[in-house]
Structure formats: C-alpha cells, structure tokens
C-alpha cells in the first residue's frame, strides 16, 4: 500500500538555526514527490516537485532532496515567517497525491 | 489573481441539511480534484476529473457526496444528509499536463452541528 511518512510531527527551532525535515515514503511506481506550505486555515501552498533520486531544487531558505526512499527539506537560517506546516505528497501510478500528515515547524525569534 | 478559487469560506449547517460547495480553477487546467482535510491530518483525495470526466473516486467517498464539472470547468462538490464526521476543510486543486503539480484553493471549511 503506498504510504508517506514526515517526522518530525513538530518542530521547535530558534530564528537562524538551520535543520532539515524528512518525508518517507513506499509507493510502486513514484511519478513525483511534492513538498507544500500550508498557514493555518489556507489551502497549501506549492514549493517543490522532484520526479528522480538524487534530484535538488532551491527556493531562498529551503532546499528539497530526493533518494529512492525518502525526502529531505532543509531550512537553512530561518525567520520567524517560516513557521507553518510543510506538507509532502507523492503521486503513483496514477493522479491520487498521498499526503503525510505534515511537519508543524515554528521558529522563535 | 488567476489562481483557484473556492466557494463560500466557510459554512455552517445542521446535521441533516445538505450543503454545496464551489470550485474555480486556474483557466487553462483541465485538471480539477477534491480533497478533505480534518485538523492535524494532510489532505486526502476524495475524487479527480479531466475536464468534465470524473475519472476517479476514492473508496472513502460516500453515496452522500457527489461531484460534477458540467462544462469542464468550475466544480461543484454536494454533499447529503450532512453529518458531524463531515465538519472539515474541503479543498480543491487543479493541473494541467503534462506538469503534475496541483494548485490548491484557499478551501470550504464546513462545520456540521
């Protein structure tokens, strides 16, 4: 059964103190793996796509990596704006996304 | 602001009323999905249409939701007899191919007393 997998559930970190989130997944036939902001009460908000291991995109604070089993989001430096749940999606053989339940990032000033 | 739209913010109903809700996409996709978020969870997929196809549901979807894309544009998601395991976020999403990336609305909440 596909299935992904993002811990930590929560995370604490103080403004500027880099770190990284992972998503896990086991799916047949990955298509592409989606990382997503969501703020409280919105819809969530495209950040990333990479479709093959070993993949890297970079947008300002946030760099996604991709392996054969997981992801990575690394936030590098962050501001107090960052906070907010970072969701990972992966698409299989056919158009279904399987949602993890998402890492709940704040970051202090 | 092109991007996908959702149809009302938030509604309130009493169990056992049915309720409607509106979706937008982004002009050019043909691509449209529902999704249900409940607090806490990540969105699940509850159902797809290629333009105004419905070509996939999820088993999770009951006979008291239906959706339709009448001229394969805006969506429509109905659904009956509402109950109180209902109350969520319902969020729409669209695509266009041969990108897979889905845009996401701003979502109905739906609060059922």
């Known amino acids: 059964e596909d299935q992904v997998t993002q811990s930590p559930e929560a995370l604490r970190l103080q403004e500027g103190e880099s770190s990284s989130l992972n998503c896990s997944y086991t799916?047949?036939?990955?298509?592409?793996l989606f990382w997503y902001r969501q703020d409280p009460g919105k819809g969530p908000e495209f950040l990333f796509t990479?479709?093959?291991a070993g993949e890297e995109k970079e947008k300002e604070r946030l760099k996604a990596t991709l392996t054969k089993k997981e992801s990575f989001l690394h936030i590098t430096a962050p501001k107090p704006e960052d906070s907010a749940t970072y969701l990972c999606?992966?698409?299989?053989?056919?158009?279904?996304?399987?949602f993890g339940t998402g890492t709940s990032l704040t970051v202090i000033p | 602001d092109t991007g996908v739209s959702q149809d009302p913010r938030h509604k309130i109903t009493k169990r056992g009323q049915n309720v409607t809700f509106r979706c937008d996409p982004i002009?050019?996709?043909?691509?449209l999905y529902w999704y249900r978020q409940t607090l806490g969870q990540g969105p699940e997929f509850l159902t797809y249409?290629?333009?105004?196809?419905?070509?996939?549901k999820s088993r999770l979807l009951s006979d008291r939701f239906s959706a339709e894309r009448p001229k394969g544009s805006f969506s429509t998601l109905e659904i009956q007899r509402t109950e109180q395991g209902d109350s969520a976020m319902y969020l729409c999403?669209?695509?266009?191919?041969?990108?897979?990336?889905?845009?996401f609305g701003p979502g109905t909440r739906l609060l059922v007393l």
């Open positions: 999403a669209s695509s266009f191919p041969p990108g897979e990336t889905q845009y």
């Open positions: 799916v047949s036939g990955l298509r592409g």
């Open positions: 990479l479709y093959s």
């Open positions: 999606a992966v698409q299989a053989t056919g158009n279904q996304f399987y």
């Open positions: 002009s050019e996709h043909n691509r």
């Open positions: 249409f290629q333009n105004e196809a419905q070509l996939e």
